[in-house]
Nanobody, 116 residues
Framework: QVQLVESGGGLVQAGGSLRLSCAAS????????VGWYRQAPGKQRELVAA???????KYADSVKGRFTISRDDAKNTMYLQMNGLKPEDTAVYYC??????????WGQGTQVTVSS
């Protein structure tokens, strides 16, 4: 069982930056993937960015060139650096870890609000 705790969300003006962090209670280095998802009101949860074992990084088209996913395995922590934020980036952001056995773990979510 892996517990994930996100932090770093908040209110920012359009064009601003935020850095989300996700601290895991266990190792994230041995899993199949780590990623960030988001869910806006009335919409389905969608993939924002992921680091996939054997496949590298993947980004949603809407965030390419603006967001960067990274990880620090020594700290069991992953990050999402978000630059050039837009109002349409407003959502609850969730971190996700998929273990080597295929189990998916989710954080509780952190709100990101971008004002125009």
């Amino acid at each position: 069982q892996v517990q994930l705790v996100e932090s770093g969300g908040g209110l920012v003006q359009a064009g601003g930056s935020l850095r989300l962090s996700c601290a895991a209670s266990g190792s994230i280095s041995s899993g199949n993937a780590v990623g960030w998802y988001r869910q806006a009101p009335g919409k389905q949860r969608e993939l924002v960015a992921a680091i996939i074992r054997g496949a590298g990084t993947k980004y949603a088209d809407s965030v390419k060139g603006r967001f960067t996913i990274s990880r620090d395995d020594a700290k069991n922590t992953m990050y999402l650096q978000m630059n050039g934020l837009k109002p349409e980036d407003t959502a609850v952001y969730y971190c996700n870890v998929v273990s080597s056995l295929g189990y998916a773990y989710w954080g509780q979510g952190t709100q990101v609000t971008v004002s125009s």
